[in-house]
């Protein structure tokens, strides 16, 4: 058995080609996924499609290079040259795509290091391939251990706790501020480059509903494109004044070479506003007022640096986990075969039948020139009993439950070094993800 994915992600792949590779449409969607499916070579897909990757992953009957043929049919699906398709892509085969989905689904690749909104998208793809016959024992298998290893590196590391970025601080700050929850709240993001998509994106994710401002009206709706989590609206530049006075929250982060939001600008308010300017140099100015609390890059850069140093450790011990759940994965598949399981249970049979023949023979139960005769019916015997639980195994040996026959199995006869946590390999996978998305 052999695994690839083709990945297109927000580190290799422009957005503008992100965009035009997205299978938003269900019906588009359910093409690609016959395409693959018509393949050889090819025995189940299951494709991640999002604002900031698509992954597809494949099981494969051999080890032949499938790519270029998906880039094929992707090139007239998106009008982008198959060339530049491939430029733009990462693919991984066999141990190094398992070990790739794994990080993937523990939110190791994302734009936002840790957040828990990808394990449910993950979860949302394997549903739909598995529910079309598109995924079944093959990729369920991955599937299974993906989203164990996620709530693994989530329960053992602190990965989703401490932001990264000074935008994804100025949200963890906002947050404290709020009293932990920000779910219903709307924000002022002022500007659309790379800080004020961060922040977005982390407010989004928070539950809180966005006002972007910008001056290039084209790049505010194209950012606003970008989140569909919550309620977003786009302004122009010219209503800033008066977003000012209406709102609690306000992010900015142009790039203006002086402050934007002026002293002339601000009203008073019955409540308390707090402004984050992200920006360098400063998008606000300076003052000292009783309604409105300002944090700066400086404010928040202690923070920051407290929290890149606890990152980095718990990333390593992340990408650890991920390692070994990817080892324990492939260890795992070979023990799930079901001629060699079969062998060893009659190998296991025989073993026994001879040694008490022997027994009985040297007890002088059975006389030496029976000996042939015995062990005969003794085999017979063995094989008629096994005959059943035989055809069954090589009935189910291809089917989804077949994991589990197969570890019970083992089980029983005590066959297998990892028995005691055999059955633990299916835990519920809308328990896991709930596990997962939880609130800290």
């Known amino acids: 058995m052999h695994y690839t994915v083709v990945s297109f992600s927000h580190k290799s792949?422009?957005?503008e080609i992100r965009e035009r590779l997205s299978f938003a449409d269900e019906e588009k969607l359910l093409e690609f996924y016959k395409f693959l499916d018509s393949l050889d070579g090819v025995n189940e897909s299951i494709i991640l499609s999002t604002c900031n990757?698509?992954?597809?992953?494949?099981?494969?009957?051999?080890?032949?290079?499938?790519?270029?043929?998906?880039?094929?049919?992707?090139?007239?699906?998106?009008?982008?040259?198959?060339?530049?398709?491939?430029?733009?892509?990462?693919?991984?085969?066999?141990?190094?795509?398992?070990?790739?989905?794994?990080s993937v689904a523990s939110s190791l690749d994302s734009l936002v290091l840790g957040e828990t909104q990808i394990v449910g998208q993950v979860k949302d793809a394997f549903k739909f391939s598995y529910d079309h016959g598109f995924s079944a024992q093959k990729l369920a298998r991955v599937m299974h251990h993906t989203f164990r290893c996620a709530a693994q590196v989530r329960n053992q590391t602190s990965i989703s706790k401490n932001p990264i970025s000074v935008a994804s601080v100025a949200v963890a700050q906002a947050k404290e501020l709020f009293g932990g929850d920000l779910g219903g709240y709307s924000a002022v993001i002022v500007g659309a480059g790379e800080m004020s998509s961060l922040a977005a994106k982390h407010l989004a994710n928070a539950g809180v509903n966005l006002i972007i401002c910008n001056r290039d009206m084209e790049k505010a709706y194209k950012l606003a494109k970008e989140i569909s989590e919550v309620t977003v609206r786009v302004e122009p530049f010219s209503e800033l004044s008066n977003l000012v006075n209406h709102f609690r929250l306000l992010f900015s982060a142009t790039a203006a070479p002086e402050v934007i939001i002026t002293k002339e600008m601000l009203k008073e308010t019955s409540f308390h506003r707090y402004w984050f300017d992200l920006a360098v140099p400063r998008d606000i100015v300076e003052c000292e007022r009783e309604d409105v609390s300002i944090y700066a890059v400086d404010d928040l850069q202690e923070i920051l640096n407290r929290n890149l140093q606890e990152r980095e450790k718990n990333s390593r011990l992340a990408y650890k986990i991920v390692g070994e759940f990817t080892e324990e994965f492939f260890r795992w598949l070979q023990t799930l075969s079901v001629d060699p399981l079969i062998k060893e249970i009659r190998d296991r049979a025989k073993a026994c039948s001879q040694k008490e023949l022997e027994r009985a023979l040297k007890k002088g139960y059975i006389p030496a020139e029976l000996e042939k005769s015995v062990e005969k019916i003794l085999h017979q015997a063995f094989n008629d009993f096994l005959h059943t639980p035989t055809m069954t195994l090589k009935q189910v040996a291809d089917k989804p439950q077949a994991d589990t026959v197969v570890?019970?199995?083992?089980?029983?006869?005590g066959l297998n070094a990892q028995q005691r946590k055999a059955l633990d390999t299916y835990k519920c996978d809308l328990q896991i993800e709930r596990d997962l998305t939880k609130k800290e």
């Open 13 to 15: 792949t422009p957005l």
């Open 53 to 102: 990757r698509v992954e597809i992953l494949l099981s494969r009957k051999d080890d032949s290079n499938i790519s270029e043929t998906i880039f094929g049919y992707l090139e007239g699906y998106s009008d982008i040259s198959a060339d530049r398709l491939k430029e733009s892509a990462k693919v991984y085969q066999d141990a190094d795509a398992v070990f790739h989905i794994f």
């Open 407 to 413: 570890q019970s199995v083992q089980l029983f006869f």
